[in-house]
C-alpha cells in the first residue's frame, strides 16, 4: 500500500495540529514547517504528494512558495490557505499556479475533497511523460496546436477556473474535455451546457434543479446541472448570453461551492470545476455593462485561447483523414481520401466556420465523389449551389411532389417525408438493389448510403 506524505506550512500551531491530525486520520503522513525557509528545505529532502501553505508567513507569503514549488517542485501540488472571503489571494494563488485554495476557518469536508483530489493527481503522475506530446482529441502538429496541448495538460494540474476563448467551430468544447479527461476528476462527470440555449425563465431550475412542486410543472425532484457535475467538471459553454440575473446567482453558486434548488430553503454543497467559453469578446461586454466584471473575474483566472483553423492550415490533412474516417465508419461506406488539389483547395480556404464547418464540408462531399475520392470540385467552396444528386435531394424521385398543406408547416419533416418516399420507391422499382436505386434517384450509392442512415431506413 502506497503511503502518501504532505507538507503542512503554516506559523501558527494550532492550524498546524488541526491540518496534521485530519491528514494522519486519512492515512497520510505529514511534515511540518512554520516559515518559509523550512519549507524549501523540506521540500529539498523529500518528495511530498501534497502541499498545504498559509498564505501569511514570517518569511514571506504562500504565493513565493506556489512560485518556487513550480520551478524545482512541480510534481507537488500545493494548496493555499487564504483568509475569510479574500477571493483577491484565492485567484492570485490560482494564477501563479496552485492547484486549489481554502478558505479559513478551514472546513474540513472541504479540506478532504480538496487533498484527494490532490492525491489523485499525484498517483497519476508516474505514468505522464511531460516530453511527449499525445494528440488525444486535440489533433493536429501545427506549433499552435502544440502549445495548446501543452496548456490543457498544465491547466488540468488545477483546479482553477479556465475561460477559453476562441471563435465559433474551433474547438472549445474539445479543449474544455481534454482538460477535464487529463485532471483528477476524469472518473467523474463531464457536464457540458450551452447557456444560450436555456430559456430565461427555466434557467435556476437547469442549473441549481427544483423541489417538487415548487412551482407549476415541477412534478418531481430536479437535481439541476451543478449537482449533476458533482465531483467532476462543468462546462459553460456560451457564458456571455447569462441573463444579468441568472449571472449573479452563478456566481454565488461558484464562490460558495453550493447551491439552492428552487423551492428549497437550504444550500447543497456541490464539488465542481468551472470551465466556461464564448465566441464572443467578453471584456468588451464587461465594459458595456452586459456581463458583471465579478462573474468575469471569478470565470477567468486564466485564460485559454483556441486557435482558429486559418491559422494552422498544415493540421487540414490530419483533421480531414481523420473525420473522414469517422463518417466512413458512422455510414458504414468504405473510407473517401483527399486528392492533392483538394487539399490545396482546403488549405487556402478561410473558413469562417472552423473545424465545425470542416467536417460539414467533408460529410457533404463524401455523399458526392466517385471512386472514393474526392477532388476539389467536390467540396463546393464559395459557392452555395449544389449539383444534381447532392445533398439537396433525390434529383429524380420518380414521383409526383406532394401538394404542400396549407398553414404553418414543418418544412423540415415535410422535406424528408419527400425525401424517404421518393427513396422507397425507388428501392422498390428495382427490387431493393441499391446501386440500382441510386442510379435511379440520379446520386452515388455513397449518398444513397448516408441518406439511410440519415433517415434510419436502413
Given at each position: 500500500m502506497t503511503?502518501?506524505?504532505?507538507?503542512?506550512?503554516?506559523?501558527?500551531?494550532?492550524?498546524?495540529?488541526?491540518?496534521?491530525?485530519?491528514l494522519t486520520r486519512m492515512g497520510i503522513e505529514t511534515l511540518t514547517a512554520p516559515d518559509l525557509t523550512t519549507a524549501r528545505q523540506l521540500l529539498e529532502k523529500h518528495q511530498p504528494q501534497l502541499c498545504l501553505t498559509d498564505m501569511n508567513l514570517p518569511d514571506g507569503n504562500g504565493i513565493d512558495l506556489v512560485h518556487w514549488i513550480q520551478q524545482h517542485a512541480p510534481a507537488t501540488p500545493v494548496a493555499v490557505i487564504t483568509a475569510y472571503g479574500n477571493m483577491d489571494t484565492a485567484i492570485e494563488s490560482l494564477k501563479a499556479g496552485a492547484f486549489d485554495f481554502v478558505s479559513k476557518p478551514v472546513e474540513l469536508p472541504r479540506l478532504r475533497e480538496l487533498v484527494n483530489s490532490a492525491l489523485r493527481l499525484s498517483e497519476a503522475e508516474p505514468d505522464a511523460d511531460p516530453d511527449t506530446d499525445e494528440p488525444g482529441l486535440l489533433l493536429g502538429n501545427s506549433p499552435q496546436i502544440r502549445k495548446l496541448r501543452n496548456q490543457t495538460r498544465k491547466l488540468a494540474r488545477s483546479q482553477a477556473p479556465v475561460f477559453i476563448s476562441g471563435e465559433s467551430g474551433s474547438g472549445k468544447e474539445l479543449v474544455a474535455r481534454m482538460i477535464h479527461l487529463q485532471g483528477p476528476r476524469r472518473e467523474g462527470p463531464f457536464v457540458a451546457v450551452?447557456?444560450?440555449a436555456i430559456p430565461s425563465e427555466l434557467m435556476e431550475s437547469e442549473f441549481f434543479g427544483h423541489k417538487k412542486g415548487s412551482f407549476t410543472g415541477a412534478v418531481e425532484n430536479k437535481e439541476g446541472l451543478f449537482r449533476s457535475a458533482n465531483g467532476g467538471t462543468l462546462f459553460l459553454d456560451e457564458v456571455a448570453d447569462l441573463p444579468l440575473a441568472m449571472q449573479v446567482k452563478l456566481l454565488r453558486a461558484i464562490q460558495e461551492k453550493a447551491v439552492r434548488p428552487v423551492g428549497d430553503t437550504r444550500e447543497v454543497p456541490v464539488d465542481i470545476r468551472v470551465l466556461s467559453a464564448t465566441h464572443k469578446n467578453l471584456p468588451e461586454l464587461v465594459q458595456e455593462g452586459n456581463f458583471r466584471q465579478d462573474l468575469f473575474y471569478r470565470i477567468n483566472v486564466i485564460e485559454l485561447a483556441v486557435p482558429p483553423l486559418r491559422e494552422r492550415a498544415d493540421d487540414i490533412p490530419l483533421l480531414a483523414?481523420?473525420?473522414l474516417g469517422r463518417i466512413a465508419r458512422e455510414y458504414e461506406c468504405d473510407p473517401a481520401a483527399l486528392t492533392p488539389d483538394a487539399i490545396e483547395r482546403l488549405k487556402a480556404y478561410d473558413f469562417p466556420g472552423n473545424v465545425r464547418e470542416l467536417e460539414n464540408i467533408l460529410e457533404r462531399a463524401f455523399t458526392l465523389c466517385d471512386e472514393d475520392r474526392i477532388s476539389a470540385d467536390d467540396l463546393h467552396l464559395g459557392n452555395g449551389v449544389q449539383p444534381a444528386g447532392s445533398a439537396s435531394g433525390p434529383a429524380n424521385p420518380g414521383t409526383d411532389a406532394p401538394s404542400v398543406p396549407e398553414g404553418e408547416i414543418d418544412l423540415e419533416g415535410f422535406l424528408e417525408t419527400i425525401e424517404r418516399q421518393?427513396?422507397?420507391?425507388?428501392?422498390?422499382?428495382?427490387?431493393?438493389?441499391?446501386?440500382?436505386?441510386?442510379?435511379?434517384?440520379g446520386i452515388s450509392f455513397r449518398a444513397l448510403r448516408y441518406r439511410l442512415k440519415k433517415l434510419g431506413m436502413e
Open positions: 503511503t502518501h506524505t504532505a507538507l503542512i506550512v503554516d506559523d501558527e500551531p494550532d492550524i498546524r495540529d488541526l491540518l496534521e491530525i485530519t450551452n447557456c444560450g483523414s481523420h473525420i421518393a427513396i422507397e420507391k425507388a428501392l422498390e422499382a428495382t427490387r431493393w438493389n441499391k446501386t440500382a436505386a441510386a442510379k435511379r434517384l
